[in-house]
């Protein structure tokens, strides 16, 4: 549906459910995305999720596949849309680790961004990531996030404690896909 040069950003469909259990188990890949504690994801619970959203659109989230080279490597969209302030947080998360560091997460977060901005007509989009999370930081720098706040020793990180940090990006600042 949205069309970068490495990566299409498309529809979930049901033969990718068995690559998002091998990511969602990926204990490096989890880490990475902070969030929920790493746990054990059965592939049944993946396509619960999965028929729920089929069946029930949600309407303050929107969720891609990342396709590139004719796969899926991850997934990534906006969530906890607000209609009324027009604000949404984005979330990305590469599973193929063949594909990080090489440019397609910045690619995918400029398509979420256009569809956020240009088709969506939010005027804000915010994230948050741990301060351990370099990688994802850089990325969404490139892309025009900004760092907003930090929630000191918010987040426990497999043994230690590191920060959370909220970024945003408003439209007016934001350069163009
Ligand atoms: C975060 C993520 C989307 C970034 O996508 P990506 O394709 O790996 O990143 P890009 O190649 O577009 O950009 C990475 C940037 O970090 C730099 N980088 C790469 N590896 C790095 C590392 N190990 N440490 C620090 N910086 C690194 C790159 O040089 C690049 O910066 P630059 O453009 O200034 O040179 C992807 O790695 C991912 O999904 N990871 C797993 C889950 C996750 O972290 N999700 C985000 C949760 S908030």
Do not use: Q
């Not at 906006?78 to 979330?91: K, P």
């Not at 590469?94 to 256009?114: F, T």
Request: hydrophobic share 35%; charged share 30%.
């Amino acid at each position: 549906m949205l069309r970068g040069e490495k990566v299409t950003l498309r529809a979930v469909a049901r033969g990718d459910l068995p690559r998002l259990r091998e990511f969602a188990n990926d204990l490096e890949v989890e880490l990475a995305g902070g969030g929920d504690p790493p746990a054990p994801r059965p592939l049944e619970r993946i396509e619960k999720d999965f028929e729920r959203e089929v069946s029930d659109l949600p309407r303050d989230k929107t969720n891609f596949a990342i396709e590139a080279d004719g796969e899926c490597i991850g997934t990534g969209g906006l969530f906890n849309i607000d209609w009324t302030a027009r604000h949404a947080e984005l979330g990305i998360g590469i599973g193929d680790k063949e594909y990080w560091g090489r440019g397609y997460g910045r690619e995918a977060v400029g398509l979420l961004l256009d569809y956020a901005f240009r088709l969506r007509n939010l005027r804000r989009v915010w994230l948050e990531v741990h301060s351990a999370n370099e990688r994802a930081i850089r990325a969404y720098g490139s892309c025009g996030f900004v760092e907003e706040g930090r929630m000191r020793g918010h987040v426990w990180l497999g043994g230690r404690y590191v920060d959370n940090v909220i970024m945003g990006l408003l439209r007016e600042e934001w350069g163009g896909p």
